[in-house]
């Protein structure tokens, strides 16, 4: 299984970026998609999920500007950044997890947004 991040880059305080993860090797169900991202000197920190439901959940500090979504058919999900500040300059990972037998937890490699103020 591989999960492949992409569409990092450097953008200007107030742009915005689109990251994709395109997963390979398995197929969704009953899974949890997730956006983490680690900023210089910090802790990797949860950005946003969704489940295989539809049900979302985004960090206070993304509320509002992102949109995190998924689609089953192309084994893909995508995390919409609008808004974007320097406090949101980081390197960005996707995880694809289930909690229900059987249980996996995979992680992309990251992809590195960077936001100049």
């Known amino acids: 299984v591989q999960l492949q991040a992409s569409g990092g880059g450097l953008v200007q305080a107030g742009g915005s970026l689109r990251l994709s993860c395109a997963a390979s090797?398995?197929?969704?169900?009953?899974?949890?998609f997730g956006w983490y991202r680690q900023a210089p000197g910090k802790q990797r920190e949860m950005v946003a999920t969704?489940?295989?439901?539809?049900?979302?959940n985004y960090a206070d500090s993304v509320e509002g500007r992102f949109t995190i979504s998924a689609d089953n058919r192309k084994s893909a999900m995508y995390l919409q950044m609008n808004s974007l500040t320097s406090e949101d300059t980081g390197v960005y990972y996707c995880?694809?997890?289930?909690?229900?037998?059987?249980?996996?937890?995979?992680w992309g490699q990251g992809t590195l947004v960077t936001v100049s103020s």
């Open positions: 995880k694809l997890s289930r909690a229900t037998t059987p249980t996996y937890t995979y």
């Open positions: 090797g398995i197929r969704f169900s009953a899974a949890t």
């Open positions: 969704v489940t295989s439901g539809g049900r979302t």
